[in-house]
């Protein structure tokens, strides 16, 4: 997606005037500040509902007016909200139908924020009369650039539920639509357990944890219900912006590892995608989980919509909401902000730029802080980013990541594998495909993300992991892909329910048994006292607590169990089928099992990594191709790195370099290939 008014890299973040009107001298250092660091861009109006709307019905933009035009002045361009993120008190006081009501059936007091319900015929009402008017003295303002739709939906542990009479009622009317009748519905719940099958339409509520609880088709319909009253909430905000503003394209700011929200859905709702990180840097010893997660999640935004996407928020410096709220040791700034970059960002963005002086986020970090100064660490890291990031533009904002490697995660089979009940409980999906993707990371191989209603035919190689609800027509894609020629990886807890969460009768993996050429016989569960290890190219590996025990109809034994009653029997297969090759890994091993797995068949399959070479621990390296292609070496180790090059490359400033490239801690290096 090209931003038309600014097709440049952003470089800003969230901008809170609001606070600081009866301070113009404020005002004026911030540009002053903002223009020294580079800002391009600011969001604004993002929580500023009541300074708007102060009254219900008496409206107040003239200040929002006057900072847009002012910043435009400046050079600066606007990310315009809708400021449903937090509701002010005369709203939540005069209408309390528009606060949530808890799963315990506790309507929320005034306060808070991402918490309203997204059904309230009054909350759209609301909202949507102040978003036009913003929408008609802003939309089209040639400072503007994009909108904002709320903030971070869902977040702050609301989940995006709401179980208020008026959602408990929509849930039913959505149920009756789904289902048609009551046996339908009963049939797929399988309600009958425990006696609980339902005889009205009237009996039936949300989960609660005072109320119904084991019922998993329930359970995965309330999740499907809620992603879709908040995307009807948001696709209603939207379409009251667009009637005044030119088709200005939107998005909605998106979080990490967010469960509660379908982001593949609401990816159809929006133009542009963004996100906001926060990773945990310097948490442990060494920065691989952080890194890997981060990398995953910004893979994951590029391939929501197969486009560049946009950093909506980051920190310069610090969080103040974590346990512990480490500073960015040197250089870690420009390198997390790069390695956004480097995996399809067009953006790297802020919260925020100046920090408030009261309230819950005054101590979170800012491009400007409380001193009011430029002399902090923090403002020459950010500013001395705005100058790479401006020189860097562009050549950076016309090029794409290109992926030979797609891997599965799917919203759905999220919400289904941690509410099925066993083997573990809870089992921890995000955690178990973080494992398949870190091999990849590891050796500089580009990966999409995908769900299961992706197309598969552009890869050379899918892996599912942990794909515990096969949807039909996701196991109709790997049959097809497979036979004509892919590489399909999957693992234990597969194929095991369909769509409604009713295991599949005659064996599992369920729909492509004949795929994977072999048959579950059941699946063990083990606390870590009882050791085991599985046989792979030569070399053992521990396994983990999960241990699949299978045995094999067509496929070939290429890993073995080595201890307990199942020792001998395969834990890794291969299939051929078609022409194609279907891979299962029966166990849940430790990383060095899957850096050996997949290194072979990455070298198997001819897929290309980004680098020529093994790349040392701790560096990865990200491609970014167009006209010329980008390589952006990451070195997340808090130690030089030295790298021998295979051949001449130039640097975006225009040197050659050859010979040995030098890394100094927490470094990125952009190359172009010639």
């Not at 599985?534 to 070399?539: F, H, L, M, P, Q």
């Given at each position: 997606?090209v931003?038309?008014?600014?097709?440049?890299?952003?470089?800003?973040?969230?901008?809170?005037?609001?606070?600081?009107?009866?301070?113009?001298?404020?005002?004026?250092?911030?540009?002053?500040?903002?223009?020294?660091?580079?800002?391009?861009?600011?969001?604004?109006?993002?929580?500023?509902?009541?300074?708007?709307?102060?009254?219900?019905?008496?409206?107040?933009?003239?200040?929002?007016?006057?900072?847009?035009?002012?910043?435009?002045?400046?050079?600066?361009?606007?990310?315009?909200?809708?400021?449903?993120?937090?509701?002010?008190?005369?709203?939540?006081?005069?209408?309390?139908?528009?606060?949530?009501?808890?799963?315990?059936?506790?309507?929320?007091?005034?306060?808070?924020?991402?918490?309203?319900?997204?059904?309230?015929?009054?909350?759209?009402?609301?909202?949507?009369?102040?978003?036009?008017?913003?929408?008609?003295?802003?939309?089209?303002?040639?400072?503007?650039?994009?909108?904002?739709?709320?903030?971070?939906?869902?977040?702050?542990?609301?989940?995006?539920?709401?179980?208020?009479?008026?959602?408990?009622?929509?849930?039913?009317?959505?149920?009756?639509?789904?289902?048609?009748?009551?046996?339908?519905?009963?049939?797929?719940?399988?309600?009958?357990?425990?006696?609980?099958?339902?005889?009205?339409?009237?009996?039936?509520?949300?989960?609660?944890?005072?109320?119904?609880?084991?019922?998993?088709?329930l359970?995965?319909?309330?999740?499907?219900?809620?992603?879709?009253?908040?995307?009807?909430?948001?696709?209603?905000?939207?379409?009251?912006?667009?009637?005044?503003?030119?088709?200005?394209?939107?998005?909605?700011?998106?979080?990490?590892?967010?469960k509660?929200?379908?982001?593949?859905?609401?990816?159809?709702?929006?133009?542009?995608?963004?996100?906001?990180?926060?990773?945990?840097?310097?948490?442990?010893?060494?920065?691989?989980?952080?890194?890997?997660?981060?990398?995953?999640?910004?893979?994951?935004?590029?391939?929501?919509?197969?486009?560049?996407?946009?950093?909506?928020?980051?920190t310069?410096?610090?969080?103040?909401w974590?346990p512990?709220?480490?500073?960015?040791?040197?250089?870690?700034?420009?390198?997390?902000?790069?390695?956004a970059?480097?995996?399809?960002?067009?953006?790297?963005?802020?919260?925020?730029?100046?920090?408030?002086?009261?309230?819950?986020?005054k101590?979170?970090?800012?491009?400007?802080?409380?001193?009011?100064?430029?002399?902090?660490?923090?403002?020459?890291e950010?500013?001395?980013?705005?100058?790479?990031?401006?020189?860097?533009?562009?050549?950076?904002?016309?090029?794409?990541?290109?992926?030979?490697?797609?891997?599965?995660?799917?919203?759905?089979?999220?919400?289904?594998?941690?509410?099925?009940?066993?083997?573990?409980?809870?089992?921890?999906?995000?955690?178990?495909?973080?494992?398949?993707?870190?091999?990849?990371?590891?050796?500089?191989?580009?990966?999409?993300?995908?769900?299961?209603?992706?197309?598969?035919?552009?890869?050379?190689?899918?892996?599912?992991?942990?794909?515990?609800?096969?949807?039909?027509?996701?196991?109709?894609?790997?049959?097809?892909?497979?036979?004509?020629?892919?590489?399909?990886?999957?693992?234990?807890?597969?194929?095991?329910?369909?769509?409604?969460?009713?295991?599949?009768?005659?064996?599992?993996?369920?729909?492509?048994?004949?795929?994977m050429?072999?048959?579950?016989?059941?699946?063990?569960?083990?606390?870590?006292?009882?050791k085991n290890?599985?046989?792979?190219?030569?070399?053992?590996?521990?396994?983990?607590?999960?241990?699949?025990?299978?045995?094999?109809?067509?496929?070939?034994?290429?890993?073995?169990?080595e201890?307990?009653?199942?020792?001998?029997?395969?834990?890794?297969?291969?299939?051929?089928?078609?022409?194609?090759?279907?891979?299962?890994?029966?166990?849940?091993?430790?990383?060095?099992?899957?850096?050996a797995?997949?290194?072979?068949?990455?070298?198997?399959?001819?897929?290309?990594?980004?680098?020529?070479?093994?790349?040392?621990?701790?560096?990865?390296?990200?491609?970014?191709?167009?006209?010329?292609?980008?390589?952006?070496?990451?070195?997340?180790?808090?130690?030089?790195?030295?790298?021998?090059?295979?051949?001449?490359?130039?640097?975006?400033?225009?040197?050659?370099?050859?010979?040995?490239?030098?890394?100094?801690?927490?470094?990125?290096?952009?190359?172009?290939?010639?």
């Open positions: 997606m931003l038309e008014k600014f097709p440049h890299l952003l470089h800003g973040g969230d901008y809170n005037p609001d606070q600081w009107l009866e301070y113009p001298d404020i005002l004026e250092k911030d540009i002053e500040l903002m223009k020294k660091a580079k800002i391009n861009c600011v969001s604004l109006a993002i929580f500023a509902w009541a300074t708007l709307e102060p009254e219900e019905g008496v409206y107040h933009l003239e200040w929002l007016k006057k900072i847009v035009d002012r910043l435009y002045q400046e050079g600066i361009y606007t990310v315009l909200a809708t400021p449903s993120g937090a509701m002010p008190r005369w709203l939540t006081e005069k209408y309390p139908e528009v606060m949530m009501v808890s799963a315990e059936r506790v309507r929320n007091l005034p306060g808070g924020r991402h918490n309203f319900c997204p059904t309230s015929p009054v909350m759209r009402q609301k909202i949507q009369a102040l978003d036009a008017l913003i929408a008609q003295e802003l939309g089209n303002h040639p400072g503007v650039i994009l909108w904002h739709i709320s903030n971070e939906l869902g977040g702050n542990g609301t989940h995006g539920e709401c179980h208020c009479p008026l959602c408990q009622q929509a849930f039913r009317e959505w149920l009756k639509a789904k289902y048609k009748t009551l046996d339908a519905l009963n049939h797929a719940w399988w309600a009958d357990f425990w006696s609980h099958t339902y005889t009205s339409w009237e009996q039936i509520e949300s989960p609660a944890p005072h109320g119904e609880m084991g019922i998993h088709g359970n995965l319909d309330w999740k499907r219900f809620c992603n879709e009253q908040m995307m009807d909430f948001t696709k209603e905000e939207i379409k009251t912006v667009k009637q005044y503003s030119n088709d200005l394209p939107a998005t909605v700011n998106m979080m990490t590892f967010f509660d929200l379908d982001y593949f859905k609401f990816a159809g709702l929006v133009d542009v995608i963004s996100w906001d990180s926060y990773p945990n840097w310097h948490a442990e010893e060494t920065e691989l989980k952080a890194a890997t997660e981060t990398a995953f999640m910004h893979d994951l935004m590029r391939s929501l919509k197969k486009a560049p996407f946009l950093l909506m928020e980051s310069p410096s610090i969080t103040n974590k512990v709220n480490t500073q960015k040791r040197p250089g870690m700034h420009k390198l997390a902000s790069l390695q970059v480097a995996h399809g960002s067009n953006s790297v963005q802020y919260f925020q730029i100046r920090k408030g002086r009261g309230s819950f986020e101590f979170h970090g800012a491009v400007i802080s409380h001193q009011n100064t430029e002399n902090m660490r923090s403002f020459r950010v500013t001395e980013l705005g100058a790479c990031l401006e020189q860097i533009s562009d050549r950076v904002y016309p090029t794409l990541n290109k992926a030979d490697v797609a891997i599965v995660f799917d919203w759905e089979n999220w919400w289904a594998v941690e509410d099925a009940k066993g083997p573990i409980v809870p089992l921890d999906y995000a955690g178990t495909v973080m494992m398949h993707y870190r091999p990849f990371w590891k050796m500089g191989v580009t990966t999409d993300i995908i769900d299961m209603d992706c197309d598969l035919s552009e890869y050379k190689i899918v892996v599912a992991p942990m794909t515990y609800m096969m949807k039909a027509g996701f196991a109709e894609q790997v049959r097809r892909f497979v036979e004509k020629g892919g590489v399909f990886v999957t693992t234990y807890w597969s194929g095991m329910v369909d769509e409604t969460d009713l295991c599949f009768m005659g064996g599992f993996p369920g729909l492509i048994t004949d795929v050429g072999l048959e579950e016989e059941e699946i063990d569960a083990i606390g870590p006292h009882r290890t599985v046989s792979y190219g030569g070399n053992s590996y521990s396994v983990g607590a999960l241990r699949d025990v299978i045995h094999t109809t067509t496929a070939k034994t290429l890993a073995e169990y201890a307990d009653y199942y020792k001998g029997s395969p834990a890794v297969t291969v299939n051929a089928f078609g022409k194609g090759k279907a891979y299962y890994i029966c166990s849940e091993n430790e990383d060095a099992f899957f850096d797995f997949y290194r072979d068949l990455v070298k198997e399959e001819a897929v290309a990594a980004n680098w020529p070479d093994e790349l040392p621990e701790g560096v990865t390296v990200s491609k970014r191709v167009g006209k010329e292609s980008l390589l952006f070496i990451q070195n997340f180790n808090e130690a030089e790195i030295s790298m021998d090059l295979a051949k001449e490359y130039r640097t975006v400033a225009g040197e050659t370099v050859s010979g040995t490239l030098f890394l100094k801690p927490f470094d990125c290096v952009i190359l172009i290939e010639k």
